[in-house]
């Protein structure tokens, strides 16, 4: 199976399956890291459901979710339908 093809297959149990492995305390190390700015733009490259995306977006960072999975894009936006500063492709 194809990468795509079980990214498509999971993705409504993404959030689950990534938690076993990223915390919210490892993104925000990730972010303080990288030095993610308020304002800033930011591409999530590999989005998945959304967990860098949603933690970008909460410190006003706009960002572009790109994954090659449209289930998994389909995800985000449910989970960010009241989001302005979301943009998938």
Known sequence: ?????Y?????NQWDEMR???FSEQVREKAFEVAGVQKGRIAADIGAGTGFITEGLVGKGI???AV???????????????????????
Not at 1 to 5: C, D, Q, T
Not at 7 to 11: G, K, L, P, S
Not at 68 to 88: G, N, R, V, Y
């Open 62 to 64: 706009e960002v572009i």
């Open 67 to 89: 994954d090659q999975s449209q289930a998994m894009l389909d995800s985000i936006k449910k989970k960010m339908a009241t989001l302005e500063k979301l943009l998938t492709y």
């Open 1 to 5: 199976m194809e990468g795509k093809e």
């Open 19 to 21: 938690g076993r492995f």
């Open 7 to 11: 990214f498509d297959r999971v993705a």
